[in-house]
């Protein structure tokens, strides 16, 4: 029997969470477990400590939140997005537009994926079930928004930096994505070091292949 996966929705508009009461009730894999305006109401209290208000009513945070993008309550995206993924929740932007520039500080901020709210439901589902096994949801806004940033904080890389930064950051060794590009290992370590520099230079440090690894999330690297 495939695991149900709980989702809870941040939105302030009453009429889409009626509507994806009904959505999500239609589908057997997944199970509405919480709607809220604000992230504060989800999570119990606005200036709440772990477990945020979920462990003090019983409940375990959900696998998967819908958060608006813009929330009556004047909140910053970004950090709606902080206060959810320090839940363990994984987050799932949703908005009326795709703002590019509003798509990438989204996902630098942690947020796992981006829709539009004319998306069908089977986008919508299929995007839930993409984050829930630990994949992003890269949908085309987030891919166009990605291929277009121009923002000084994203490093220009050349297409060969791109491929090792990505095989690498995916969890080969440098050997082997040395290999799997018909380089050498010194050529591969030199493209690398140049990446490190770039994002560097960008002010935004990159030591680690964790590091590396969370800025191909961040900057969607894999999207296309």
């Not at 969470?17 to 989800?42: H, K, S």
């Amino acid at each position: 029997m495939a695991r149900v996966i709980t989702v809870s929705v941040v939105d302030d508009d009453r009429m889409l969470l009626d509507g994806l009461r009904a959505w999500l009730g239609g589908v057997p894999e997944l199970r509405l477990v919480a709607t809220a305006a604000t992230v504060g109401e989800l999570l119990g209290a606005p200036d709440a400590h772990p477990p945020y208000g979920f462990g003090a009513t019983g409940h375990s945070p959900p696998d998967i939140v819908l958060l608006d993008l813009v929330l009556r309550d004047g909140s910053a995206p970004a950090d709606n997005i902080r206060r959810l993924l320090r839940t363990g929740s994984r987050v799932l932007m949703i908005s009326t537009v795709p703002d590019r520039s509003r798509i990438i500080e989204a996902i630098r901020a942690g947020a796992d994926g981006y829709l539009t709210k004319d998306h069908d439901l089977p986008t919508l589902v299929a995007a839930i079930k993409d984050l829930a096994s630990g994949q992003g949801a890269l949908s085309a806004e987030l891919a166009f928004a990605c291929a277009y940033d121009d923002s000084p904080a994203r490093p220009r890389l050349s297409p060969r930096e791109r491929q090792i930064l990505l095989d690498y950051a995916s969890g080969l060794t440098l050997k082997s994505a040395a290999r799997r590009a018909g380089i050498t290992v010194h050529t591969a370590k030199d493209y690398l070091d140049r990446v490190k520099a770039k994002y560097q230079q960008a002010g935004r440090p990159t030591y680690t292949k964790l590091d590396l690894a969370q800025r191909v999330r961040e900057d969607s690297l894999d999207a296309g």
